[in-house]
Every structure is written in structure tokens, then in C-alpha cells.
Nanobody, 121 residues
């Protein structure tokens, strides 16, 4: 059983900052890429940022220069530092991880339950 538990969401004024955390736990052999996605009301889920195990990052154009993704491999945790937040960043943010449960096993996508981020104008 694998769980991804997010924390750090909340309500913030435009221009403010929030830091999201996501910890993976359970019968994990290895974690490949980790990332953050978001879904606003009435919209499809979209990629925010991803990070490989080696630290290579990728960002959506809408968050470049404002958001920073990082991870702690020893703690199976990924972070998202969000600065200069805008009302259009309001969404439910989901953590994602590609996880292998055993040596030589395949990679499987796991998702967190989501954490609400609301940015007021």
C-alpha cells in the first residue's frame, strides 16, 4: 500500500506565498519522477511542475519564475514553493509520483488526495 499525503494548502492574498509538501509512504522500492498538477473548477487537470530523481525540473509556462519544485529523496518528499501567487493559481493541487514496488518492477503512477489553494485578489 502506497500513500501520498499533501499538506500546506490554504488561503492567501495575491502576491503572497505558500509551500506545499507531499510525502510518499508505504512499500516503496524506488521513486522516479515526482510532480505537482492542479485542477481549477470547470477545467482539466494540468501540469504545474515535475522533477526527476536526479533533480531535473520542468515547469508550466504560467508558473515559471514564480514556483520552485524540489525534493528530498531520502524522505520520499516533494515540495512546491509558490511565490507571487495570482488569483488564477486557485485550484486543487495534486501530488504525483512514479513508484516502483520491487526491484525490476514497473513504474506506476500514484496520486495524492489534493490540497486546496485559494488566492484572493
Amino acid at each position: 500500500q502506497v500513500q501520498l499525503v499533501e499538506s500546506g494548502g490554504g488561503l492567501v492574498q495575491a502576491g503572497g506565498s505558500l509551500r506545499l509538501s507531499c510525502a510518499a509512504s508505504g512499500s516503496i522500492f524506488s521513486i522516479n519522477a515526482m510532480g505537482w498538477y492542479r485542477q481549477a473548477p470547470g477545467k482539466q487537470r494540468e501540469l504545474v511542475a515535475t522533477i526527476t530523481r536526479g533533480g531535473r525540473t520542468n515547469y508550466a509556462n504560467s508558473v515559471k519564475g514564480r514556483f520552485t519544485i524540489s525534493r528530498d529523496n531520502a524522505k520520499n518528499t516533494v515540495f512546491l514553493q509558490m511565490n507571487s501567487l495570482k488569483p488564477e493559481d486557485t485550484a486543487v493541487y495534486y501530488c504525483n509520483a512514479q513508484i516502483s514496488l520491487r526491484y525490476g518492477g514497473g513504474w506506476y503512477d500514484y496520486w495524492g488526495q489534493g490540497t486546496q489553494v485559494t488566492v484572493s485578489s
